[in-house]
């Protein structure tokens, strides 16, 4: 999502502080759980001579895009296109601070008022679209007014929804004005800006469909780049565009994001040199990319964590029977799932439990507040029979009210790690009497189909969080059901409600720090996901590619595998 987490389907959102992973994956739009010292090799050195222009940098990904339009990105593998089509207000730097790049649309850091409610905006004067036309005050009250209208549908909303007031000040400043103090507001602006001249006569309700960002010749964009081809499954093509306003310039002519069917595929297509840079080489394929020298192999941890996600609505359901309804039945299952074993086979060791949504050792970490489901079948049996539900000797699984306990688990496919879990999943879970289908798609048709509408039994999945900020309200709150939120799984916690929103209403970190204490404890006791782990996907780079050591990848951000790209080159 567009400023706080994304769907990450690799292993991937943005509006409250995660996104799916594809990504990035969330998209899934990213990631790999391993000690600091696990850098496999070091990064390249710039070459003698330093940079040179020209060339093509190809990078691969076992997922197509849904959109580049920044309203609606909620998948890694777009917000990976975006990453080199368009700029951001503002940037992160690698301690997670929100900064000013040459190739940033700012023109300074926000002026923020006294009382943390606005924020002033001062956009360059020199930055464009790749129409010529100059991005303005216009684009950025546009995108913002058009994220928290509900009838645009935005998975970005929660980002936004606290502005109660845009007043354009001059052609390049716009004045902010929020309703209330909302501490994440900062990170929102770490944002990718829509063409107000382009969209602005288009009904909101009409925006999803329209061609812009899914149509080469229908999308201006004002990155360093821009894109001249899509071949759906298959391609696509970014041309360093000659008239970038930007003060740097990119050295690369030509980036080509290639799709190949699985991570495995990635993997040869790597050692093979058909492409230069991999961000989702999966465990098992790590010592075959280490054994080849010329390839720089990053293992680092990143900001993903991955869950089993519950669906509450009934529609989902035949006979509008949802079996995990009960808190009970849900810490049955989480007691019943051998977390660290998948952690040690699957993973190789490579992951850390996780037991709510906030990243272990961060600021807002709940720590032993939260609660730690150890591997525990006769404990899990125990509370199944507590809420109801009876063993058919028969077929082997339980029964409640004459339903058979079983579920639908959707995961992406091609993701070579989650059809790992899935079995495992399958296999604990039939222990205690629970039916597990597992079912993959592929992830461009299951965003916009199944997750952004919340339309599944269960979800396989992972979230990249895309600013170091730990609210997470548009992913658990009942404010943000589909399709103007990222609670796909229609939960609704009322205690839980108001806790997040006690979290963003002060800017005193210690207060903060005692919220997200009893979020951690609320979270992992009533468990609308089970909490799986923190993990990632080791990063592979070619041996074209160049980069000054300033400029390495810094796998703790979003995008961070991408980290200062526009100062790559290639080598020829």
């Known amino acids: 999502?567009?400023?706080?987490?994304?769907?990450?389907?690799?292993?991937?959102?943005?509006?409250?502080?995660?996104?799916?992973?594809?990504?990035?994956?969330?998209?899934?739009?990213?990631?790999?759980?391993?000690?600091?010292?696990?850098?496999?090799?070091?990064?390249?050195?710039?070459?003698?001579?330093?940079?040179?222009?020209?060339?093509?940098?190809?990078?691969?990904?076992?997922?197509?895009?849904?959109?580049?339009?920044?309203?609606?990105?909620?998948?890694?593998?777009?917000?990976?296109?975006?990453?080199?089509?368009?700029?951001?207000v503002y940037d992160l730097a690698p301690d997670g601070q929100i900064i000013v790049e040459p190739w940033s649309l700012a023109a300074e850091l926000p002026e923020i008022s006294e009382d943390s409610k606005t924020y002033t905006v001062k956009l360059k004067p020199e930055a464009k679209w790749t129409d010529g036309t100059p991005v303005t005050a216009d684009d950025l009250i546009y995108t913002i007014e058009t994220i928290?209208?509900?009838?645009?549908?935005?998975?970005?909303?929660?980002?936004?929804?606290?502005?109660?007031?845009?007043?354009?000040?001059?052609?390049?400043t716009v004045k902010i004005t929020l309703s209330e103090v909302f501490a994440p507001f900062q990170y929102s602006l770490v944002t990718e800006l829509a063409p107000a001249h382009i969209l602005k006569d288009v009904p909101v309700k009409k925006l999803l469909d329209h061609e812009y960002g899914k149509d080469p010749a229908k999308t201006v964009t004002n990155g360093p780049w821009k894109w001249t081809e899509w071949q759906k499954t298959q391609h696509l093509t970014f041309e360093k565009d000659p008239n970038y306003w930007g003060a740097t310039k990119p050295h690369i002519d030509k980036i080509v994001y290639k799709i190949y069917a699985d991570?495995?595929?990635?993997?040869?297509?790597?050692?093979?040199?058909?492409?230069?840079?991999?961000?989702?080489?999966?465990?098992?394929?790590?010592?075959?990319?280490?054994?080849?020298?010329?390839?720089?192999?990053?293992?680092?941890?990143?900001?993903?964590?991955e869950f089993i996600g519950f669906n509450f609505k009934e529609d989902n359901f035949p006979d509008k029977f949802v079996p995990f309804a009960t808190q009970k039945t849900r810490q049955a299952i989480a007691y019943a799932l051998n977390r660290q074993g998948m952690v040690d086979n699957v993973l190789k060791?490579?992951?850390?439990?996780?037991?709510?949504?906030?990243?272990?050792?961060?600021?807002?970490?709940?720590?032993?507040?939260?609660?730690?489901?150890?591997?525990?079948?006769?404990k899990a049996k125990q509370l199944l029979a507590e809420d109801g539900w009876?063993?058919?000797?028969?077929?082997?699984?339980?029964?409640?009210?004459?339903?058979?306990?079983?579920?639908?688990?959707?995961?992406?496919?091609?993701?070579?790690?989650?059809?790992?879990?899935?079995?495992?999943?399958?296999?604990?879970?039939?222990?205690?009497?629970?039916?597990?289908?597992?079912?993959?798609?592929?992830?461009?048709?299951?965003?916009?189909?199944?997750?952004?509408?919340?339309?599944?039994?269960?979800?396989?999945?992972?979230?990249?969080?895309?600013?170091?900020?730990?609210?997470?309200?548009?992913?658990?709150?009942?404010?943000?059901?589909?399709?103007?939120?990222?609670?796909?799984?229609?939960?609704?916690?009322?205690?839980?409600?108001?806790?997040?929103?006690?979290?963003?209403?002060?800017?005193?970190?210690?207060?903060?720090?005692?919220?997200?204490?009893?979020?951690?404890?609320?979270?992992?006791?009533d468990l609308p996901y089970i909490f799986l782990y923190r993990y990632g996907n080791a990063t592979g780079i070619g041996p074209r590619v160049a980069y000054a050591e300033e400029d390495a990848p810094v796998p703790t951000l979003p995008k961070g595998y991408f980290y200062h790209v526009i100062k790559w080159w290639v080598k020829s």
């Open 1 to 88: 999502m567009l400023v706080g987490a994304l769907l990450a389907a690799c292993s991937s959102d943005k509006g409250g502080s995660t996104t799916t992973e594809n990504p990035p994956p969330s998209n899934e739009q990213t990631d790999t759980n391993t000690p600091d010292d696990s850098k496999e090799t070091d990064n390249p050195p710039a070459a003698e001579d330093g940079p040179v222009d020209g060339g093509t940098l190809t990078f691969s990904s076992f997922s197509d895009i849904v959109t580049i339009n920044p309203i609606f990105i909620n998948d890694t593998a777009s917000s990976d296109a975006a990453h080199f089509l368009l700029a951001k």
């Open 148 to 172: 928290k209208n509900e009838d645009t549908g935005s998975p970005a909303r929660s980002a936004m929804e606290k502005v109660s007031k845009t007043e354009k000040v001059d052609d390049h």
């Open 263 to 305: 991570q495995n595929t990635e993997v040869q297509a790597l050692l093979k040199g058909d492409t230069d840079h991999t961000s989702a080489i999966p465990v098992v394929q790590v010592e075959a990319v280490k054994k080849n020298s010329s390839i720089t192999l990053i293992q680092e941890p990143g900001p993903s964590y």
């Open 349 to 378: 060791g490579t992951g850390v439990l996780m037991n709510s949504p906030f990243l272990p050792g961060s600021w807002a970490d709940p720590g032993d507040n939260a609660v730690n489901y150890e591997y525990n079948p006769e």
């Open 390 to 525: 009876v063993l058919n000797e028969k077929t082997g699984f339980l029964e409640k009210d004459g339903k058979k306990f079983s579920f639908e688990l959707q995961y992406n496919a091609g993701n070579s790690r989650r059809e790992a879990i899935s079995q495992v999943i399958q296999s604990n879970l039939k222990e205690v009497g629970i039916e597990v289908i597992p079912k993959a798609l592929d992830f461009s048709i299951w965003v916009p189909q199944h997750l952004n509408v919340g339309k599944y039994q269960a979800i396989l999945l992972g979230w990249s969080l895309e600013d170091p900020d730990p609210n997470a309200d548009s992913i658990f709150s009942s404010k943000f059901f589909p399709p103007a939120g990222q609670n796909m799984g229609w939960y609704k916690n009322e205690k839980l409600d108001q806790l997040w929103v006690d979290g963003y209403s002060t800017i005193d970190q210690e207060e903060r720090k005692k919220v997200y204490a009893e979020i951690g404890k609320e979270i992992s006791t």
